[in-house]
């Protein structure tokens, strides 16, 4: 990350002064142009106009075309909204994934939809787990990860075909599915069977298993899955199976859902 000295040589980041714009912008009463921005937070011009394009092209602050003034971005909302249900979902699902993880022994996942992608929430790793590769926070595709294939199997019809429409179905290896069709049979399948596999198709050596959260409407919010070394995970694929299901189902009871 660049760092940048400011005049009361207080070394500051540039994540700080984009922060410090956001912060800015809502707290103004009227919309603001670059130059007012970077006289008000003694930002050079030309930082402050970086920070805006990145602020503006990842949707975080919007700008008038006709007065070139900037206000909060949608995007900044729709996260917002969604920080008191990420916090809940992930509060929530931290005991089950340690105990799946203690009955497992296996490197346990949450992962969410998030901008058409999986985004791994949480994850408790397993001490013996020397070929896990995920982070929190960590963004991959939908159509290549256990998680990410439960995610979009369980999607409303219509949801469904409009990611399918957007995802490019990336090779990771030889094992990733990159035909749309391979993909949809598998997750028809998956719906049939409630639940997913990555037989090492992000990463050689590393299987990983997942099934579906839900929410008191039913609706498929999270994946909970394992993920380790193949021949392991394979060996005890119906032990780690009835362990994922289980506390899958405490998660989603604990949200609201009820079996009919």
Same mark, same amino acid.
């Given at each position: ?11 500051? &980041? ?8 956001? @912060? ?38 919007? %700008?008038?075309?006709?007065?070139? %003034? ?51 929430? @949480? ?38 075909? @409009? ?14 599915? &990159? ?20 037989? @090492? ?60």
């Amino acid at each position: 990350m660049i760092i940048i000295a400011n005049s009361t040589n207080k070394r500051e &980041t540039t994540l700080d002064r984009a922060i410090k714009v956001l @912060e800015y912008l809502a707290d103004s009463q009227v919309e603001k142009n670059m130059s007012d921005i970077a006289k008000d937070l003694k930002i050079p011009n030309g930082t402050a106009y970086n920070i805006l394009k990145t602020l503006e092209s990842n949707q975080l602050i919007e %700008r008038d075309q006709s007065s070139k %003034r900037y206000t909060l971005g949608f995007k900044l909302f729709q996260l917002g909204n969604k920080v008191d249900y990420i916090r809940e979902l992930r509060n929530i699902s931290m005991p089950y994934m340690r105990e799946l993880t203690a009955e497992t022994g296996e490197t346990s996942q949450l992962g969410i939809i998030f901008e058409e992608n999986l985004y791994f929430l @949480e994850i408790i790793e397993a001490p013996k787990n020397t070929k896990t590769r995920g982070t929190v926070g960590l963004s991959l595709p939908l159509h290549a990860p256990a998680a990410g294939k439960i995610l979009l199997a369980f999607q409303p019809e219509e949801k469904r075909k @409009e990611l399918l429409e957007k995802i490019e179905l990336k090779a990771f290896n030889m094992n990733t599915i &990159t035909d749309s069709k391979q993909l949809e049979k598998e997750l028809e399948e998956i719906r049939e069977k409630g639940y997913a596999v990555d037989r @090492e198709e992000v990463f050689r050596g590393t299987t990983c298993l997942a099934m579906p959260i839900y929410n008191a409407d039913k609706e498929v919010i999270a994946a909970l899955g394992i993920t380790g070394d193949t021949e392991r995970v394979k060996k005890n694929k119906e032990k780690n199976l009835n362990a994922i299901h289980h506390e899958s189902l405490n998660i989603s009871f604990k949200l609201g859902y009820q079996l009919s």
